[in-house]
C-alpha cells in the first residue's frame, strides 16, 4: 500500500500538480539589457528588484546551499558571472548557523556569454531563492530572451509563454451562453446516469471474482472462515468477525482510490493528463508485461516481506483492530495476484471518460466480490465443502492471466503511439497481435504450451476444454478485424483497438464503415464552413485514448438513424482533447482560466481541453455539443450515449433549434 500510495504522489509531481496550483510570492522583479564585447560575445545586465524583507541569496553559494543560479541555452556559453549591489554576510539559525550571502534591495548580474556560432536568439532563465524569516521560496524560475539582430546586437524580447487577449479570446466563446440553449433538450447526466456507475461496479465485481481464483486469494477462504469460526465462543460471534474482516477488504480498497479524489480537486484536467500521458502509458505497457512474465512463472512479484511482517504482527491485537490488520495482512501478501487486476482497473477508469468518482466505484466493487465469500462462507460453513480444492488448476488461471496482462499491455502502448502518432501499432497490427495472444492462450489450454511450474497435462477436463472454445470462438470473432471490410467493426470490442481511421490501408480505410469527421482540430475552419453551407456544427470533444468515444463512433454513429443524421445536417468537427502535437510557436501561449489559475497554452489537446472546460464546465470525454454557425447553444450538451434512438433524438432536438 506504501508503494501505491507513494505512486499517487509521484504521478500528480509528474503529471498535473504544478507551482502555478500552490502560488509563491513574487520576491524579485527583474528587468534585462545587453552589450555587445566582441566577435559573439556579450555582457548580459540582469537587474533585479527585491522585495522588502526579503533576502535574495548568491550566485557565489555552494550548489548545496540556498543560492541563485544563471543557466542559458546549449548554443551560448557563460564564460564569467559577477554582482553589483551591497552583498551581505550573516549566519542563518534556520540552516545550522550556515553563512549565508544575500542581498537586499537591489541587485545586479553581470554575465558574460559567448555564442557557440551563428545564432538567431539567445534564452535563459535566473533561478533565486530567498528567505524572509522562516519563509523559503525557489528556485523561482524567471527566463528571459533576446533576439539577435542583423548587426549582431542582442535585443530584449518578452520570455516564454505570454498572455494575449486575442488568443484567449480563441478558446473563451462569449457567444455561448450554456445556461440558455434555444431548446431545452438533452444535458449531462442525462444520458447514462447510474447505470454508468453500476456498470463500472459490476466489471470491478469481475475482477474482484477473477482475483479470487488465484493462488494468492483462493486457499485463504477456507483457512481464513475456519479461523473465525474455530476461535469465536459462539457461531454467531463467529459470523459477525468474518463479515467485519470481509466489510475491511471492503473499505481498504475503497480508500486507496481518495487519493486520486485530491488530485482531482487540485486541477480538473489532471486524471485526463494522467491517463493519456505517453510516459505513463509506456511505464503501464512496461510494468503489465513484468506482471505478464512473473504470471508465467519466471519470478515472483511480492510486496516487502517487512512490511507484511509488521502488519501481521498486528492482528494479535485482538477484536475490531485485530481484524482490520487481518484484512489488511490479505491485501498485502495476494499483491502480486491482485496488484495487475488493480493497475488494468486504475488505467481503466482514469481514462478521458472517466475520473477520481469512477475510480473509487470500481475498487468498491473490486472490494466487495473479493470481501463477499469470506462472509458468506463465514454465515454457512457447510458450502466450503462445495469448494473445488487448490492444485495445478489455480496456477493455470494465473498463466492465463498473463496472457490477458499482455493484451491490455498492447491497449496502454496503443494509447502512447495514438497521443503521439507514432504510427507502430495501426488498428491491424493491434488485432494482429491480440489474435496471436488468443490462439496461445488456446494452444496452453489444450496443452500444447507450458511454462516452468507448469506439470504434463495428463488428462483434459471439461472446464479446461470449454474455456479453451470459448477463447477460440473469441479469436476467430477477432480475425475479420484485420481486413478492409465492412466486417472490420468489431463491436464486442470498441473502444480498446485504434480508430478505424488508423489503419494500414490509409485514411480512406474507414469509409463505409462509420461517420468521418468534416474538419478535425480545427474549431474555426468548422465555423467558416458552417457558414458557407448553413448548417449547425456538431462539436466532438474527444480522445485518442477515450474508450467510450470509440464506443459511440463505431457502435452509434453508424446506425442509419444517426448517421443520416450527422452526414447531412451537422458539420461534424472532432477535437482531440489529448493530442500532444505542439502548436505552431505562434499560437502557444499563457490563458488565465475562470478559477485565476495560469495555464500554459502548448498543444492541440491543451488547447481544446481547455475549451471545454471554460466553456462547458465539463472534462469528460465524449462530450458532444451543438451550435449553430454564430455559436448560438442549440442544446444542452450530452456525454456518452449509447442508445442510438435517444442521441438521434437530441440531433433533431438540434436541428428544430437551428430553424428557429
Not at 528571459?144 to 479570446?169: M, R, T, Y
Not at 447553444?633 to 428544430?656: F, Q, S
Request: charged content about 20%; some cysteine; aromatic content about 12%.
Amino acid at each position: 500500500m506504501k508503494q501505491l500510495l507513494t505512486f499517487i504522489i509521484l504521478i500528480a509531481a509528474t503529471f498535473g500538480v504544478k507551482a502555478q496550483d500552490t502560488a509563491s510570492p513574487v520576491v524579485a522583479k527583474w528587468e534585462y539589457t545587453a552589450e555587445k564585447k566582441g566577435e559573439n560575445e556579450y555582457l548580459l545586465h540582469l537587474n533585479g528588484t527585491v522585495e522588502k524583507g526579503w533576502k535574495l541569496f548568491s550566485t557565489t553559494m555552494k550548489d548545496d546551499d540556498p543560492n541563485t543560479r544563471v543557466v542559458v541555452d546549449s548554443a551560448v556559453t557563460i564564460t564569467n558571472i559577477t554582482e553589483e549591489g551591497s552583498l551581505k554576510k550573516q549566519k542563518e539559525p534556520l540552516f545550522d548557523n550556515l553563512e549565508i550571502k544575500y542581498f537586499e534591495d537591489k541587485v545586479s548580474l553581470l554575465v558574460t556569454v559567448k555564442l557557440n556560432g551563428p545564432v538567431k536568439k539567445l534564452e535563459g532563465a535566473i533561478n533565486y531563492m530567498a528567505l524572509k524569516g522562516e519563509e523559503v521560496v525557489g528556485p523561482e524560475e524567471v527566463k528571459f530572451k533576446f533576439n539577435v539582430d542583423a548587426a549582431g546586437n542582442l535585443v530584449n524580447v518578452a520570455a516564454g509563454l505570454q498572455a494575449s487577449a486575442d488568443a484567449e479570446k480563441t478558446l473563451k466563446r462569449t457567444t455561448i451562453d450554456l445556461e440558455h440553449p434555444i431548446n431545452d433538450c438533452g444535458g449531462v447526466g442525462h444520458e447514462e446516469g447510474k447505470k454508468g456507475l453500476w456498470s463500472l461496479f459490476v466489471l470491478g465485481m469481475l475482477g474482484g471474482f477473477i482475483a479470487l481464483l488465484t493462488p494468492c486469494v483462493f486457499p485463504m477462504i477456507p483457512l481464513t472462515v475456519s479461523f473465525f469460526t474455530k476461535k469465536s465462543q459462539d457461531k454467531k460471534k463467529g459470523v459477525i468477525h468474518a463479515a467485519t474482516y470481509g466489510f475491511f477488504i471492503f473499505l481498504i480498497y475503497v480508500l486507496l482510490s481518495l487519493p486520486f479524489h485530491f488530485l482531482d480537486s487540485l486541477n480538473p484536467e489532471i486524471l485526463n493528463n494522467i491517463s493519456t500521458n505517453i510516459w505513463l502509458n509506456l511505464a503501464f505497457f512496461v510494468i503489465f508485461i513484468v506482471f505478464a512474465i512473473s504470471f508465467f512463472g519466471y519470478f515472483e512479484i511480492t510486496m516487502p516481506s517487512s512490511l507484511a511482517s509488521k502488519v501481521d504482527a498486528k492482528t494479535s491485537v485482538g477484536g475490531t483492530i485485530g481484524i482490520f490488520f487481518m484484512a489488511l495482512t490479505l491485501a498485502l501478501v495476494s499483491f502480486s495476484c491482485t496488484g495487475p487486476i488493480l493497475g488494468s482497473l486504475l488505467a481503466g477508469s482514469l481514462s478521458t471518460d472517466g475520473g477520481a468518482i469512477q475510480l473509487t466505484v470500481g475498487m468498491a466493487g473490486f472490494g466487495f466480490a473479493l470481501a463477499l465469500p469470506f462472509a458468506l462462507f463465514a454465515m454457512f460453513p457447510g458450502w466450503l465443502n462445495s469448494l473445488p480444492k487448490s492444485g495445478s488448476w489455480l496456477t493455470s488461471v494465473k498463466v492465463v492471466l498473463g496472457f490477458l496482462e499482455i493484451a491490455m499491455a498492447i491497449k496502454f502502448l496503443s494509447n502512447a503511439d495514438l497521443v503521439k502518432h507514432w504510427g507502430i501499432l495501426k488498428r491491424e497490427v493491434f488485432f494482429g497481435i491480440w489474435i496471436i495472444i488468443g490462439f496461445l492462450i488456446v494452444l496452453y489450454l489444450l496443452g500444447k504450451i507450458r511454462f516452468p511450474h507448469d506439470a504434463p497435462l495428463k488428462k483434459l477436463s471439461r472446464p479446461r476444454l470449454i474455456l479453451a472454445l470459448l477463447f477460440l470462438a473469441f479469436t476467430l470473432y477477432l480475425i475479420p478485424g484485420v481486413t478492409n471490410t465492412k466486417y472490420a467493426n468489431r463491436a464486442l470490442i470498441s473502444g480498446f483497438p485504434p480508430p478505424l481511421s488508423y489503419s494500414v490501408y490509409g485514411e480512406d480505410a474507414a469509409k463505409g464503415k462509420g461517420v468521418e469527421a468534416n474538419v478535425v482540430n480545427d474549431y474555426d475552419e468548422a465555423l467558416k464552413l458552417a457558414k458557407k453551407l448553413n448548417k449547425p456544427v456538431l462539436l466532438d470533444f474527444t480522445g485518442w485514448a477515450c474508450v467510450n468515444c470509440r464506443k459511440m463512433e463505431e457502435n452509434v454513429w453508424p446506425k442509419e438513424e444517426v448517421k443520416v443524421l450527422i452526414e447531412k445536417e451537422y458539420i461534424l468537427v472532432s477535437l482531440y482533447v489529448d493530442d500532444r502535437k505542439l502548436l505552431p510557436e505562434n499560437e502557444q501561449f499563457l490563458f488565465t482560466t475562470n478559477t485565476g489559475h495560469k495555464k500554459e497554452i502548448k498543444t492541440i489537446g491543451d488547447k481544446y481541453a481547455t475549451m471545454q472546460t471554460e466553456n462547458f464546465v465539463n472534462n469528460s470525454q465524449p462530450f458532444y455539443v451543438l451550435i449553430s454557425p454564430d455559436e448560438k447553444l442549440l442544446t444542452r450538451p450530452v456525454g456518452y450515449t449509447p442508445d442510438a434512438k435517444a442521441y438521434a433524438a437530441w440531433l433533431k432536438c438540434g436541428l428544430e433549434a437551428f430553424k428557429k
